[in-house]
């Protein structure tokens, strides 16, 4: 039996919301061990002067704990 938990990460990228996905997944990889998932539950972008400069994720990542 394994027992896992859920922490929220919020990373953000100024390419694009699937390179802001993948810094969040890469930092979080950093700290917690056992990573196997992630669910996306937000996106927003940033604006300024019509461009848009920053895009956003609020994202859950999944961990096992260790035994």
């Known amino acids: 039996m ?3 938990r ?3 990460v919020i990373a953000s990228s100024s390419k694009s919301f699937d390179d802001a996905i993948h810094a969040g ?10 990573v196997k998932g992630a669910w996306i539950q937000d996106q927003k972008l940033v604006v300024k002067d019509d461009k848009i400069v920053e895009y956003r994720v609020n994202m859950k ?4 704990l260790e035994k």
């Open 2 to 4: 394994s027992v896992a």
């Open 6 to 8: 859920v922490t929220e």
């Open 25 to 34: 997944i890469a930092r979080a990889s950093k700290t917690l061990n056992n």
């Open 61 to 64: 990542v999944t961990f096992v």
